[in-house]
């Protein structure tokens, strides 16, 4: 049984800097890419970042290349994402997901395994 729990969001103001975390509990996670996705309230879910399974290349959404950086522990099985500079268009429900191999694609149909989400909120 594979879990992936994140933790970190929360309320900020544009600006501001949040480091979301995302623990993997159970399976692999050292042979795996991971990646965080977005989904903002009416809007379709999408890709914000993806790390390979040795963490040496990474990908990233136009929208936050520059501010954001997706790292990982490979020993505590655990992916970051550092938000910079946030923006109130960042205000989103931040959903990490663990890739089927170790490639980093923004196909959402590449992670087999997907946390329930951290809320991230800007205000101006």
């Known amino acids: 049984q594979v879990q992936l729990v994140e933790s970190g969001g929360g309320l900020a103001q544009a600006g501001d800097s949040l480091r979301l975390s995302c623990v993997v509990f159970?399976?692999?996670?050292?042979?795996?890419?991971m990646a965080w996705f977005r989904q903002a309230p009416g809007k379709e879910r999408e890709f914000v970042a993806s790390i390979h399974s040795t963490g040496q290349t990474t990908l990233y959404a136009d929208s936050v290349k520059g501010r954001f950086v997706i790292s990982r522990d490979i020993a505590k099985k655990t992916a970051y994402l550092q938000m910079n500079s946030l923006k109130q268009e960042d205000t989103a429900l931040y959903y990490c997901a663990r890739g089927r191999g170790p490639s980093i694609t923004q196909a959402a149909a590449y992670y087999d395994y997907w946390g329930q989400g951290t809320q991230v909120t800007v205000s101006s």
């Open positions: 159970g399976g692999t996670s050292h042979i795996n890419s």
